[in-house]
């Protein structure tokens, strides 16, 4: 990180983070808060070792790694941002096809388990179908590897495709609150194609969500249209890979109760955007892409059991398989 983007950090925190000093003792500088939380954002260490690096009591370094987590949530509550305007949905759907040739493209779609310690007293609540312990990370990201929302905290033990519908996306979805786009022609074709969101296996295929074919009902067709899904789709994959890469976290299980991870892990996506949009040439200098994920505590969703779609849902995925192998048929470069 740049010292100019540590500096803007503290600034903004700083009002928040700043203590008086006490008869017993001089508080800890908003400066030491800031600079022990990406301390341990960035490399993962236990509190027990960060306190040889700071002049500061485990006890303190958890403190202060909490209210600066609370703080960056607060400070940083513009760098994502749903968008609840047809405007803003259609720029997103804009940059993905101009950038990945699936159009009319809302965001794609994807969670992680993040792994947390045993919590006292919590039985199986959030061990999940591995046998971890985790709380679920739920993303929808932009062409830009950028978070446009996460939601974070649901126990490992509720199952994969059933985590989305405890999500506030979903709530406002359910209650035609997303303000998602009326059908738009695609190029090449004057026939409207409802804006969808892009998904994995994890998912349900819906009028709104689209994911690909199984593998095991694959004509040519069909496997274009799931490399066309997947090609778009990557961006979330991406924006997982660089979390990995970047905040060491995720390299292994978070010991802290449920709850405060969860603060972590969000923490840790809203600085993600920070940095992409402030300094994304030396955030992104480094090869995030050899990380190995099974070397992470940032684990995939199971795939959901096979469900029944409705007839809508089917036709619509069906609608874009056809434009993809016709009026839409990608022209390879050698680059692709």
């Known amino acids: 990180m740049k010292e100019a983007c540590f500096d803007d950090l503290l600034e903004m925190v700083k009002p928040y983070l700043t203590k008086k000093d006490t008869i017993m003792r001089k508080a800890i500088s908003a400066e030491e808060r800031l600079a022990v939380t990406l ?7 236990n509190i027990q ?6 002049i500061m009591s485990p006890a303190a370094i958890s403190k202060a790694i909490m ?7 607060y400070v940083l509550q513009s760098y994502i941002k749903m968008p609840m305007t047809e405007e803003d949905w259609k720029e997103i759907a804009s940059d993905f096809g101009e950038t990945y040739q699936f159009w009319n493209c809302l965001g794609a779609l994807d969670g992680k388990h993040v792994a947390v310690q045993k919590p006292a007293h919590s ?21 830009k590897k950028q978070f446009i929302m996460i939601d ?9 495709g059933g985590v989305l519908f405890y999500t ?14 009326d059908p738009a ?38 496997k274009t249209f799931n490399y066309r899904l997947s090609r778009a789709r990557s961006v979330v994959e991406g924006a997982f890979g660089i979390l990995r890469s970047k905040f060491g976290i995720f390299h292994k299980a978070i010991c802290f109760e449920p709850k405060k991870a969860a603060t972590i892990v969000a923490a840790s996506c809203y600085l993600h955007n920070y940095l992409m949009k402030t300094q994304p040439r030396l955030y992104l200098a480094s090869n995030w892409r050899i990380t190995n994920a099974d070397n992470t505590a940032l684990r995939d969703l199971e795939p959901a059991s096979i469900r029944n779609s409705t007839s809508d849902a089917k036709t619509i995925r069906e609608k874009f398989c056809h434009y993809f192998n016709n009026e839409g048929k990608f022209h390879f470069r050698k680059s692709d």
């Open 152 to 160: 974070v905290g649901a126990n490992g033990r509720i199952s994969d």
């Open 39 to 45: 301390r341990y954002l960035a490399t993962g260490r």
């Open 123 to 143: 039985g199986a609540l959030y061990r999940n179908y591995k046998g971890h312990f985790s709380i679920v990370l739920m993303a929808l990201v932009n062409s």
């Open 185 to 222: 022609p695609l190029p090449n074709i004057e026939e409207p194609f409802p804006y969808v969101f892009i998904s994995d296996e994890a998912f349900a295929l819906g009028k709104h969500l689209m994911k690909p074919y199984p593998q095991n009902a694959c004509n040519n067709e069909r």
């Open 67 to 73: 209210d600066t987590c609370q703080a960056l949530l």
């Open 168 to 181: 506030k996306f979903w709530e406002l979805y359910q209650r035609s609150d997303l303000n998602i786009p």
């Open 49 to 54: 070792d960060l306190k040889f690096s700071v």
